[in-house]
């Protein structure tokens, strides 16, 4: 690679301690920190690529947490608008742990039901509950179906 080329690359920091959520499909990035609920605030060290080329999805986002590992809820919802994501797991600059995340048969807590009838949207103290599809989510109360935008049922 001649000096020209090295000129005009992208680079990001390695992280010394953290989570990279990896083949995020693109733009779905700020759905992700949104997930994570890191909006700026908390002076916690995050870098975002986003739509950046990928062999895998063509088009991928990227994000890395410094000094944070994810807990399985976080994963899980992230399963949802993120099922090809790999996290991997920081130590010291290396990468102790890989995995491709899977979705869940289930999520509690985490998602609205779009259905202003259920039970789960009234003044009941239920607790939504969403079976997962292989390409959607749907409510175990009222059985609505969500296809389009999981992400903008996610409870933050």
Do not use: W
């Not at 809820?73 to 399963?79: C, M």
Request: hydrophobic share 35%; glycine share 6%.
């Amino acid at each position: 690679m001649s000096n020209d080329d090295t000129d005009h690359e992208l680079r990001v920091s390695k992280i010394r301690n953290g989570t990279v959520i990896d083949h995020v499909h693109g733009g779905q990035a700020l759905n992700v920190l949104a997930i994570l609920g890191i909006d700026g605030t908390e002076g916690e060290e995050v870098s975002v690529g986003m739509n950046v080329p990928s062999d895998r999805l063509a088009r991928k986002d990227i994000v890395k947490v410094e000094g944070r590992e994810l807990s399985q809820e976080e994963v899980d919802v992230l399963s949802l608008i993120a099922p090809d994501a790999t996290i991997n797991i920081v130590r010291d600059y290396s990468v102790e742990a890989k995995h491709r995340v899977e979705r869940p048969d289930a999520v509690e807590g985490v998602l609205s039901c779009p259905n202003s009838n259920c039970i789960t949207t009234e003044d009941e103290p239920v607790i939504s509950r969403f079976d997962v599809l292989d390409d959607a989510v749907r409510c175990a109360y009222c059985g609505t179906i969500v296809r389009d935008d999981i992400a903008a049922h996610i409870d933050t």
